[in-house]
Nanobody
Framework: QVQLQESGGGSVQSGGSLKLSCAASGDTRCMAWFRQAPGEEREVVADMRMDGSSTYTDSVKGRFTISRGPGILYLQMNSLKLEDTAMYSC??????????????????????WGQGTQVTVSS
């Protein structure tokens, strides 16, 4: 059984930074950060596979960095924009690296979810 717990969200001005953490227990081979803004569909922000490879959605490339350590997943968010405002959730699935890369944009493929942490960016 995998359990995920996010932290680190909050309110920040445009251009600021936040670092999200996701404490994870269990087998977490394939992990990702998703976000969902009010009235919008959930979208993948970044994913990281066990081989260390990662992928970012275009809108956050160069600003966000995903990383992981034993039992924890991070999302460093720099140069935050108003449009980054959303509920951020980490998710995990028991998938190898290739499959993880192929399912990254399909949240329904992820079995385990945290409760989410709110990020609000203001002008």
């Amino acid at each position: 059984q995998v359990q995920l717990q996010e932290s680190g969200g909050g309110s920040v001005q445009s251009g600021g930074s936040l670092k999200l953490s996701c404490a994870a227990s269990g087998d977490t081979r394939c992990m990702a950060w998703f976000r969902q803004a009010p009235g919008e569909e959930r979208e993948v922000v970044a994913d990281m596979r066990m081989d260390g490879s990662s992928t970012y959605t275009d809108s956050v490339k160069g600003r966000f960095t995903i990383s992981r350590g034993p039992g924890i997943l991070y999302l460093q968010m720099n140069s935050l924009k108003l449009e980054d405002t959303a509920m951020y959730s980490c998710a995990a699935v028991l998938a190898g690296s290739s499959w993880c890369a192929s399912i990254r944009s399909r949240p329904y493929e992820f079995n385990y979810w945290g409760q989410g942490t709110q990020v609000t960016v203001s002008s």
